[in-house]
């Protein structure tokens, strides 16, 4: 670290300090999103309560998983508004070519949202302007958005609220070439 952090200078000792109160309050937060999580899963998934660790008995079916998932973007990712985090299958980086309505629905799909709409919000983007650089959506994308966001809340898409329209604020600055 010699002469790398500030030129002529030699680094000795590095230090840090996190409050107690700021640990403690880390651990209040995880431990009710925890509690949350725990709650809604078994009000979802009234079988939850079985579980047992150990080698599983029987894979849980489709609906269950898509269940859990769904609970657990919501609660545990709640309004976390970055779009790299991490978890298998989290981490969002969207190629998207200016004025590339084909790129645009490539990367919305295999963020995970369903291709028709992924194709849907992709074409609307290519049929209007955007209102401005800080608002990149058109009239006709934010009433798309605001009647298919649902699909975020109810699990048709693979991602939470707050990550879905992080990712579609993200493409849409990408399309009309604003990043």
């Not at 840090?16 to 809604?40: D, F, H």
């Not at 545990?76 to 790129?103: C, E, K, M, P, W």
Request: charged content about 20%; proline content about 4%.
């Amino acid at each position: 670290m010699q002469g790398n952090i500030y030129e002529d200078y030699a680094c000795n000792s590095v230090t840090g300090q996190l409050s107690k109160s700021l640990m403690a309050e880390i651990q209040n937060i995880v431990r009710a999103r925890v509690l949350e999580l725990t709650i809604q899963i078994e009000k979802n998934l009234p079988t939850a309560s079985d579980i047992v660790l150990g080698p599983p008995k029987a894979e849980p079916g489709e609906k269950e998983k898509k269940a859990v998932t769904q609970i657990t973007n919501q609660i545990v990712h709640g309004n976390y508004t970055s779009i790299s985090n991490t978890g298998q299958g989290a981490q969002f980086n969207l190629h998207i070519n200016s004025n590339d309505a084909a790129s645009v629905a490539k990367e919305l799909e295999a963020a995970g949202i369903t291709p028709d709409d992924a194709q849907a919000i992709s074409k609307i983007f290519a049929s209007e302007a955007p209102e401005s650089r800080e608002e990149p959506f058109g009239r006709n994308a934010k009433s798309w958005i605001a009647k298919n966001l649902s699909k975020a809340v109810d699990g048709t898409w693979k991602v939470g609220v707050s990550v879905a329209t992080q990712i579609l604020s993200e493409a849409a600055l990408r399309y009309y070439g604003f990043k």
